[in-house]
């Protein structure tokens, strides 16, 4: 593969939206994520061809849509520094963050029994089903998001750069995954701390991960790390917060899993939390016994809709998406960032904050 192309914002005349812009990196990682996949598939069918189904579920969950906003957030960072700077690096690391998401999504599904994902079996579901055994589906599973995880390192560990550079990118990589783990650790723990759990688990790689990433490779100044750190604080957290919002109300076509499984589940979110505090006593009592219900059934699920929507929890998450949404947008208010660079950013912040997963 030849180096790519700089990545070109707008033209002065006619500007690329970042919608456009969008379609462009997709095109750009999905390209690069099917030569990665081609070499590792050479790799394993010489070392242990016995494995390959393992990867080829990873990679049929990594190929099976996914908008690629991370690695376009990516790209966006370097438009706001250096614009058009190292794209190869910038491309590999891209393609690094959808293999990263891969391995979270692997482990998330497993952990919270998701059957469904992206409109099709969970990668836990599709190997118990080729071994015809769920334990072993579990463990294969597992295995495949420990294969990614060793991949994106080897990826980003390879990247050309000059010194500086790859040592800021390094630390911010491993700054993120930390963050991820951590965020998901409270998660599973039942913590209350819905903001820090937000932040940790999903901010730290839908937003600010991405464009620390960037401002590394583009070798930005600290005045452009702080402004990227202001943005994504805000963005992360609506980002999640929409991503509740579909959950609870969304359709499956809207969310590639099936409606209602954050009820089944008993995710404490910002609309349950606020279901509980303003519904009367009787109907705290019927939301909880829907919640954490596995069985619970689809009348179960359209009544939990019924009594979160009555407690005014859908309209407030609204309202606190539109704040945060400000919150990012007034960020980008600084010379620190190029303009073509802070038009994109604002044009993914509306994404973001009006779309899932």
Known sequence: MCPPA??????????????????????????????????????????????????????????????????????????????????????????????????????????????????????????????????LGACSAILAGDLLSALVHELVGSVELPAARRRALVQAFGRMEREVILGQCLD?????????????????????????????????????????????????????????VLGAFGSEADTGKPVGGDFREGKSTLLVRHALEHLDASDRDELRAVLGRRDASEADVLRAQALVERSGAREHAESVVRALRERCLAALDTPALLPDGRRLLAGFAAMLSERSK
């Open 188 to 244: 599973v723990t039942h913590n209350q701390d819905i903001q820090r759990i937000h932040d940790l688990k999903t901010g730290s790689y839908t937003v600010r991960g991405p464009l620390l990433l960037g401002a590394a490779i583009a070798g930005a100044p600290e005045e452009v790390w702080r402004a990227f750190e202001r943005f994504a604080e805000p963005l992360g957290l609506a980002f999640q917060l929409r991503d509740d």
């Open 6 to 135: 700089p990545l070109a914002p707008s033209s002065g005349v006619d500007p690329v939206s970042p919608r456009q812009y969008l379609d462009v990196v997709r095109a750009r990682i999905d390209e690069r994520l099917r030569e990665i996949f081609a070499q590792v598939e050479g790799d394993t069918t010489a070392a242990a061809p016995a494995t390959l189904p393992v990867l080829a579920a990873a990679r049929d969950l990594t190929m099976r849509g996914g908008k690629r906003l991370r690695p376009a957030m990516l790209f966006a960072a370097i438009e706001c520094v250096e614009p058009g700077a190292h794209p190869r690096a910038t491309t590999d690391v891209g393609a690094a963050l959808e293999l990263f998401q891969t391995y979270l999504l692997i482990h998330d599904d497993w952990m919270d029994n998701d059957p469904v994902r992206r409109g099709a079996p969970s990668v836990h579901v599709s190997l118990a089903r080729h071994y015809g055994d769920a334990h």
